[in-house]
T-cell receptor, first 108, second 115 residues
Framework: DAKTTQPNSMESNEEEPVHLPCNHSTISGTDYIHWYRQLPSQGPEYVIH???SNVNNRMASLAIAEDRKSSTLILHRATLRDAAVYYC?????????FGAGTRLTVKP | GAVVSQHPSRVICKSGTSVKIECRSL??????MFWYRQFPKQSLMLMAT?????????EQGVEKDKFLINHASLTLSTLTVTSAHPEDSSFYICSAIRGRNTEAFFGQGTRLTVV
């Protein structure tokens, strides 16, 4: 099984950056690192994914450690709408198994 | 981003009946679709992986005769919960990918309540 380890919960203040860590020590060379987030009673939403290099998109940045055993999702300025459960997955091709995720609370 | 539509969003059925949930990729062809079940305050649990035109691969502990998955086209997969019981009540979610190592797009989820 692909397994990741994330903090159960984190808090952030609105307008401040948030760094969400993920450990994926069992990652193999061809696994991509994916991040998704889920609001209550909704399906998850894609945030970002990458293989080795750091990645940026309009939602977030993904910093991948050199040994690829960990990564950090960076929300540059948290808003109240960013409050969600964030899931980190390392995927072996068509394998998309979720861990427990991190519940992010954003305080106004 | 791409759109995955799941229907119905909410269904209540009587114990012993069957319920079909549809998952459609609206603007892309999905090589693989995934079905998950999620209980309150828990993470998503992968039930099965489905490739178009072939039989679904079920996770350990998921009864394939109870949770029938059909992936007849590159844009449609269905999950049928047969002979539903109250313990099958859950939030069911599908997702689809365009190819290996691409991002997954998720449906809105289906809240199933068996009474």
């Amino acid at each position: 099984d692909a397994k990741t380890t994330q903090p159960n919960s984190m808090e952030s203040n609105e307008e401040e950056p948030v760094h969400l860590p993920c450990n994926h020590s069992t990652i193999s060379g061809t696994d991509y690192i994916h991040w998704y987030r889920q609001l209550p009673s909704q399906g998850p939403e894609y945030v970002i994914h990458g293989l080795t290099s750091n990645v940026n998109n309009r939602m977030a940045s993904l910093a991948i450690a050199e040994d690829r055993k960990s990564s950090t999702l960076i929300l540059h300025r948290a808003t109240l709408r960013d409050a969600a459960v964030y899931y980190c997955i390392h995927s072996r091709g068509n394998d998309m198994r979720f861990g427990a995720g991190t519940r992010l609370t954003v305080k106004p | 981003g791409a759109v995955v539509s799941q229907h119905p969003s909410r269904v209540i059925c009587k114990s012993g009946t069957s319920v079909k949930i549809e998952c459609r990729s609206l603007d892309f062809q999905a090589t693989t679709m995934f079905w998950y079940r999620q209980f309150p305050k828990q993470s998503l649990m992968l039930m099965a992986t489905s490739n178009e035109g072939s039989k679904a691969t079920y996770e350990q502990g998921v009864e394939k005769d109870k949770f029938l998955i059909n992936h007849a086209s590159l844009t449609l997969s269905t999950l049928t919960v047969t002979s539903a019981h109250p313990e099958d009540s859950s939030f069911y979610i599908c997702s689809a990918i365009r190819g290996r190592n691409t991002e997954a797009f998720f449906g809105q989820g289906t809240r199933l309540t068996v009474v």
